[in-house]
């Protein structure tokens, strides 16, 4: 008996992207969560989410703190989506709409800022691997803070940090 070992002429199928599902509702998380997945979407759209990213920072922090907390935000952006174990995933920018991805970055940043390592390490090992993700979870807490700031910033002046979100 001989085995003959072909490939299949069956078109394979696409996988499904990981990360991109929806979860929940963007509308259903708490201020710091919401804000966080807010500033991913808006920095990953490009140069000019970037600029106003910068530009709502200087207007909070100054221009010097702003600087720095910019760059926080950038090394850890960096860190998710050039280091991950595999692309991350958004949803667009206005999009109402939580991604599993989203989410779990959102949980990673807001443990980071409570203070539990632990829970903020779980979340952040599912994106990323051990080395990179210490080094996320110390930046995380930083960024955290800082959004914490802008929202306390934007309740008490009325203004708008995170827009309306719509369906895409």
């Given at each position: ?94 999009c109402a709409c939580l991604g599993g991805d ?44 800082a959004t914490l700031d802008i929202l306390r ?16």
């Open positions: 008996m001989s085995y003959s070992w072909f490939k299949s002429s069956k078109v394979a199928e696409a996988k499904p992207v990981r990360g991109g599902a929806a979860v929940g509702m963007l509308a259903d998380m708490p201020p710091l969560e919401r804000g966080v997945v807010y500033l991913l979407r808006q920095w990953c759209d490009g140069e000019a989410g970037r600029i106003a990213v910068a530009e709502d920072f200087t207007a909070i922090f100054g221009a010097e703190q702003a600087a720095h907390e910019v760059n926080n935000l950038a090394h850890l952006l960096v860190l998710m989506v050039q280091m991950g174990r595999r692309p991350l995933m958004r949803h667009h920018t206005q989203e989410s779990a970055f959102a949980q990673m940043v807001a443990a980071a800022t409570a203070g539990d390592r632990e829970d903020a390490m779980a979340f952040a090992l599912t994106m990323l691997p051990p080395d990179i993700a210490y080094e996320a979870v110390q930046i995380a807490a930083y960024v955290g803070r910033h934007t309740s008490a002046t009325g203004s708008h940090f995170v827009t309306n979100a719509t369906r895409h």
